[in-house]
């Protein structure tokens, strides 16, 4: 990536973006297609993207924990198109479950889901559904709460919670309701039922309009990181900076001046200075806090967000039976994987040498924890062992491998999560004015990239603006924009309020 970008203490930036991802990338490229000066400061040396990158081994891709490009939005859309207009391809959903040794569709095929639950199995579910309904909790506050008055105890019990504490590590019963009211939004078991149903006689459309049912999404024909590679490089055509190993260390606000001054340390060990008069941050809102000056308030709420963590193992091998799924999901207790990638379902372009099998294991766990800091060769070994025990590949037919490690891939919804993150964002609107956290980790909100894209968005008119005609916050989970609906950005960007006017750098 170019990045020579030199600035001194004496110039002024109109706004720093923290962060390479979805979110800064879609910010930056806004801003400089309105010929406004930006500047996007990206930690990893190599890779744009976050945790959307492509990753690269010999000549297999892999993609950090999968990225359907399916939106409600029809401004993210139309973003997508215009970024990388020739490089989509159309891709079948195909999502299974594993639990005790047996794979169920995902979404659920009822008479497959009957089959190899059993009719007991199946009674006792529906009897536990009935339960919940006549008896729920009243105000759910965790997610264990949550999906038992959606599902009853015993589905949530098959089909949940297993697989929901391998990916957070904790008791479902610690995991705030807001988690499922988010991810799991508009699938309720009858809506569930007359979808498998509607699928199990192989018939397709029908009302169910849950995002967890989609049958197809598109997907770049090189992974994710296409689409990321080529807006830093349109953002640059068009007069934004992009640099690359640069972890930001240090912001200073002056409130007399309203500037920032924002200190980054390069890969060899350097420190540079820049000024701005908007920062915008995509970094952890709890490393955020903690850089900077002067010491928010809320500190101590920012301290009390954690992160989870989880690291890929790439298993390549010969070529096995053609596996048709995108993703399995592992809910089986007897193994540590959450998840298997099937990457030649993403894209055949993936697989380096177009014949072989190429399986991601998806492990979760804490940056420093036992999983994390495993060697390679350890980490290799247990994926191989618990592919042959799930039996999507034979172990002695595994040629190569490697390992990628990803972490703050997820925001964790604990109990006390809403509340430090509201307290924090109170502070921000009133103490720092001109610094907009944008994306998954800058606002703590664990959101698919449309919606990231969609704050940057949002965040970049506001400046173009020159004032907060959009609430960022408010953008809900399916990167609609809630106050104003989807109509409120699209006026904004062809609004002849947008005319295009230098700004001193």
Request: glycine share 8%.
């Amino acid at each position: 990536m170019p990045g020579s970008f030199r600035a001194g203490m004496g110039d002024i930036i109109e706004t720093i973006i923290i962060g390479a991802g979805p979110a800064g990338l879609t910010a930056g490229y806004t801003l400089a297609k309105h010929e406004r000066a930006v500047l996007v400061l990206e930690q990893d040396p190599v890779y744009v993207g976050g945790i959307s990158r492509t990753a690269h081994y010999k000549d297999f891709l892999f993609d950090i924990g999968g990225h359907r490009f399916f939106s409600k939005s029809k401004e993210i859309v139309d973003l997508w198109n215009e970024i990388l207009p020739d490089d989509f391809i159309e891709r079948p959903r195909l999502s299974r479950i594993y639990y005790r040794g047996k794979f169920y569709a995902y979404p659920l095929r009822a008479f497959e889901a009957l089959k190899n639950l059993g009719l007991v199995e199946s009674a006792l579910c529906m009897a536990s559904f009935a339960c919940a309904k006549a008896f729920p909790v009243r105000s759910p506050r965790t997610f264990h709460q949550w999906v038992r008055n959606q599902f009853g105890e015993r589905l949530f019990g098959i089909f949940f919670k297993t697989y929901t504490e391998k990916v957070w590590g904790m008791s479902c019963d610690e995991i705030s309701a807001d988690w499922a009211a988010q991810r799991i939004k508009g699938l309720s078991l009858g809506a569930a039922i007359v979808d498998g149903l509607r699928r199990s006689f192989g018939l397709r459309g029908g009302a169910v309009g849950a995002k967890s049912l989609i049958e197809s999404f598109r997907y770049p024909r090189r992974g994710p990181g296409m689409m990321w590679e080529a807006a830093a490089r349109k953002m640059q055509e068009r007069g934004g900076r992009l640099l690359m190993g640069r972890s930001v260390t240090a912001l200073d606000y002056n409130e007399s001046s309203k500037l920032w001054t924002v200190q980054a340390r390069t890969a060899a060990g350097d420190v540079e200075s820049y000024r701005a008069r908007h920062v915008m941050s995509s970094a952890p809102l709890r490393d955020l806090m903690n850089a900077l000056t002067p010491a928010p308030l809320s500190l101590f709420n920012a301290r009390d967000l954690k992160d989870r963590d989880f690291l890929t193992v790439v298993l390549i091998g010969r070529p096995q039976k053609e596996l048709p799924d995108n993703w399995v999901y592992i809910h089986d207790p007897s193994v540590k994987v959450g998840r298997v990638q099937n990457f030649r379902s993403w894209s055949p372009e993936m697989i380096g040498d177009g014949v072989s099998t190429c399986l991601g294991l998806e492990y979760f766990c804490f940056e420093g924890d036992g999983l994390w800091t495993a060697a390679d060769a350890d980490l290799v070994a247990l994926a191989k062992n618990e592919i042959g025990r799930i039996g999507l590949m034979d172990p002695a037919d595994v040629t190569d491998a490697c390992v990628v490690r990803q972490p703050k891939a997820y925001p964790v919804y604990d109990e006390a999560y809403a509340q430090n993150v509201e307290t924090i964002r109170r502070e921000i609107a009133t103490r720092f004015p001109t610094l907009h956290p944008i994306g998954r980790n800058g606002m703590h909100k664990y959101n698919n990239q449309d919606h990231a894209m969609m704050t940057g968005l949002l965040a970049a008119l506001n400046i173009i603006r020159g004032e907060e005609a959009f609430d960022v916050w408010a953008v809900n989970e399916d990167a609609e924009y809630s106050e104003s609906g989807v109509s409120g950005a699209r006026e904004a960007l062809t609004s002849e309020r947008l005319t295009p006017r230098r700004v001193a750098s």
